[in-house]
């Protein structure tokens, strides 16, 4: 699959009035340029692509009468929505909505680096488009990967909620844009049950537990999130063990916030990450290292894994046209019971 097509560069040139008065070069900037947010201007300016009289120049600095500026602004090109014959495990549907089992390995929506082979692209051909839709992207925030767009009047279907690449389970889909608005507003009332079971590293004092801390971008690698003492969402996770097998837990886990990547983050940090989680510490062995009998069970689970073990189970929401209450609860994937089986008979031996 090729990557999504580098961003469009347009080119701006202004000379500064004699009867200007002193003002933020970022402030005149998205002023002057249609449709430039301020956002949008001190990236450019941040990444050397504002000279004023031939030099580089910072945000805050005062432009004056008759100064030279030009300003290269990068565009995000528009995303092509293309149908695609792509077999789905649909758990339920009606004329307003669609609930979905995701496989792992599959990407919920496209973007820059994957425009197709997604969800989005697979319930497009099965409600029976055909044509591709042109999509124009706002990337003014960093955000910009995370399928906002997908809750525009321009889409249909629309996406409610996310599953991330390597996570299986139950998603939720909207068919119109007035059912989206319904739903994600049971989602922001938080009357969306979510729940998900978890194969994490180490076993708990309590059965039961709450995890409650901010999450944001983290601040060593952009593409992750963490935990932050500033200026993240905050993000509330609750927990019970169904089963621990020594130095492994099987959670059963509720959340009632759903920021990117929360149940993942929460745990790391807590150090439990998620058995086969890559991107948070939990693809090698992280207790029971000095048990050979263990850790040899470990390595076997983790070698025939290729991704965390994190299957949103449970699914339960009112239906926004007849305001039933449907409930959905499918069962574990194969990859994930062949980790649970090996566990056991460790156990059991």
Sequence with gaps: MENYPEKIETIFEFKVAKGQMP??????????IKNATRNKVQRAIEEGCVIVNGKPAKSSRKIQALDEI?????????????????????????????????????????????????????????????????????????????????????????????????????????????????????????????????????????????????????QSNRKLFAVLKKGGKPAI???????????????RVKLLTGRTHQIRVHFSHNHHPVFGDVSYKGDSVVFGGN??????????????????????????????EFGKRLNFSIKLPDDFEKVLKLFKKYMEN
């Excluded at 969800?119 to 044509?131: D, F, K, S, W």
């Excluded at 844009?177 to 319904?182: D, F, I, S």
């Excluded at 069970?297 to 339960?316: C, F, P, W, Y």
């Design 70 to 218: 030009v300003c290269r602004i990068l565009k995000a090109p528009p995303i092509d929505l293309v149908p695609e014959n792509i077999p789905l495990d649909i758990v339920f549907e009606d004329e307003y909505l669609i609930v979905i089992n995701k496989p792992p390995g599959i990407v919920a929506h496209p973007g820059f680096g994957n425009p197709y082979g997604t969800i989005v692209n697979a319930v497009l051909y099965h409600l029976g488009m055909r044509e591709p839709i042109k999509i124009e992207i706002d990337d003014d925030d960093e955000n910009q990967d995370e399928g906002l767009l997908f809750s525009s009047e321009a889409i249909r279907p629309g996406l409610v909620h996310r599953l991330d690449k390597d996570t299986s389970g139950l998603m939720l889909i909207s068919k119109n844009p007035e059912v989206h608005a319904k739903l994600a507003q049971q989602f922001q009332d938080r009357t969306v049950e979510k729940v998900y079971y978890a194969l994490v590293w180490g076993t708990f004092k309590e059965d039961k537990g709450r995890i409650e801390g901010d999450i944001g971008r983290s």
């Design 237 to 251: 996770t609750e927990y019970e063990v169904i089963e621990n097998f020594e130095y492994i837990s099987l959670l």
């Design 23 to 32: 003002e933020r070069l970022d402030i005149f900037l998205s002023n002057s």
């Design 291 to 320: 048990n050979h009998s263990f850790k040899k069970i470990a390595d076997s689970g983790l070698e025939s894994i290729n991704r965390q073990m994190l299957h949103a189970k449970e699914l339960s929401f009112t239906h926004p």
